[in-house]
């Protein structure tokens, strides 16, 4: 059974910082694209960074120069470093999983909420 399981979210201030952690399990990490996704109040989910298999990445234009995304294979966990918050990065987090050959289905974990408030 395959499970995504993240952690790290929670009540920061404008301009803190943040390390989400994403653990898998049920699957062959190294042969995953690992990506962060959010989700605020009201919108659509949407892609906050994108870690493939091959190591490349890919940001959202809104986050590029204050997030990173990490991958450790051999613990099977993807990270999502924040730093510089916002309030505008208010969200649910989500970590989602994607086979590099697009075999079987995307998974998700059950997401951790990030608020960013003074």
């Known amino acids: 059974q395959v499970q995504l399981v993240e952690s790290g979210g929670g009540l920061m201030q404008p301009g803190g910082s943040l390390r989400l952690s994403c653990a898998a399990s049920g699957i062959i990490f190294r042969l995953y694209h690992m990506g962060w996704f959010r989700q605020a109040p009201g919108k659509q989910r949407e892609l906050v960074a994108r870690l493939f298999a091959d190591m490349t990445t890919d940001y959202a234009d809104s986050v590029k120069g204050r997030f990173t995304i990490s991958r450790d294979n051999a613990k099977n966990t993807v990270y999502l470093q924040m730093n510089s918050l916002k309030p505008e990065d208010t969200a649910v987090y989500y970590c989602?999983?994607?086979?590099?050959w697009g075999y079987g289905d995307a998974y998700w974990g059950q997401g951790t909420q990030v608020i960013v408030s003074a």
């Open positions: 989602n999983a994607v086979h590099q």
